[in-house]
């Protein structure tokens, strides 16, 4: 199956025809909006950081292992490819796969338990509604304005990528029912209207499952490199078994190391295909005229095939308890939220420990969520010496 970039289509996003910023600015004269999106993404301070930022195996583990940075590198790509193949827009695909990991806080998702224990009493801790605050407030690079002032369609994407965060009368739906909608995406609602309650784009749905084709083909070649599992083991999935004994096939005596590598390319492969048949399929049949006809097509129109989805779940499946949740992770995650939890009781008991540029007056509920914006911006070695600097029982992450 070759895949060639395709003439724009109907229902891709149009740069010229942008919803704009919420801050006026005068057009470049070299890129358009979206790609100006991505390059502001890509100079911004949180996104350096992801280079030191845990995805599942702290620094101290080795230097092969993915890191966000890296992550979000072949998020990008993946998006890529699918929006050139289905005519969607690449520069915003490419622009929420670089943004979609900004709010991640130091050690992985383990962090973000630490900082939602933390913030409990303060709205809590959402990395998506992090990375939000992040690109719209936290960012401080230009002189006009807080962030990076990006555009609607780039900061819808990054909060609705996974789907509709409410109801069309307002209240809080999907992920959000129980906890309800946070603070940070509803109060930047109102002042730039981000159609919560609709679908995003074919872009952003295009990043997002970009983003579970990276997470499952780079965590089996992480785990397996890390001795987690073999590839005997990770053969039990079906679908991946079946790709292992076609490489076996072709190459009966190929080393474990390479046959490693060659099933993580061609699971990715094969899942990029089948989004782009599947994804084709269910736009044929919508024949959505525009990307307005998207928003309110009432599901995805960027999928896996429901074999497809079959097996990536079984995929996630084997690697929840063997990789997520073997214990030699398990044993250096619970310490690292020892970490950011210490740290949050330092800085709410002594503030004037914070940076000069992290001070303020701010009491409560302000001071606490301030307190969560710095350390979320951490990175895991920034995090691991700051609490050496007001603890004497730092852990070795090993």
Known sequence: MAVEARPRAAYASVPGASRGRLYPEPASPTRNDFRRDCDRIIHSTAFRRLKHKTQVFVFHEGDHYRTRLTHTLEVQQIARSIARALGLDEDLAEALALAHDLGHPPFGHAGETALDQCLKESGGFDHNAQALRVVTMLERRYA?????????????????????????????????????????????????????WSFA?????????????????????????????????????????????????????????????????????????????????LLDTIKPFDVAAVRAAGAPVIAFSSSMAEAEKSIKDFLR???????????????????????????????????????????GDESARRIGDFIAGMTDRYALAEHARFFKNTPDLR
């Open 201 to 281: 784009s074919a872009e952003a749905q295009a990043a997002a499952i970009a983003d579970d084709i990276a997470y499952d083909a780079h965590d089996i070649d992480d785990g397996l490199r890390a001795g987690l599992f073999s590839l005997d083991d990770i053969a039990e999935v079906s679908f991946v078994g079946g790709i292992l004994r076609k490489i076996k096939e072709l190459h009966p005596s190929l080393e474990p190391v390479r046959t490693a590598h060659e099933l993580v390319r061609k699971l990715i492969t094969w899942m990029i295909e089948d989004v782009i048949s599947e994804s084709q399929r």
């Open 144 to 196: 006009d304005f807080d962030g990076l002032n990006l555009v609607w369609e780039t900061l819808e994407g990054l909060v609705k990528h996974n789907g509709p965060l409410t109801d069309r009368a307002g209240k809080a739906a999907g992920h959000y029912s129980e906890t309800g909608l946070p603070h940070a995406i509803k109060d930047y609602s109102a002042r730039h209207d981000l159609l919560l």
């Open 321 to 363: 308890p063997r990789m997520y949740r073997h214990t030699r992770v398990m044993d250096v995650m619970g310490q690292a939220q020892d970490v950011l939890r210490d740290l949050f009781a330092h800085y709410t008991a002594h503030p004037s420990d914070l940076p000069d540029e992290w001070r303020s007056d701010a009491k």
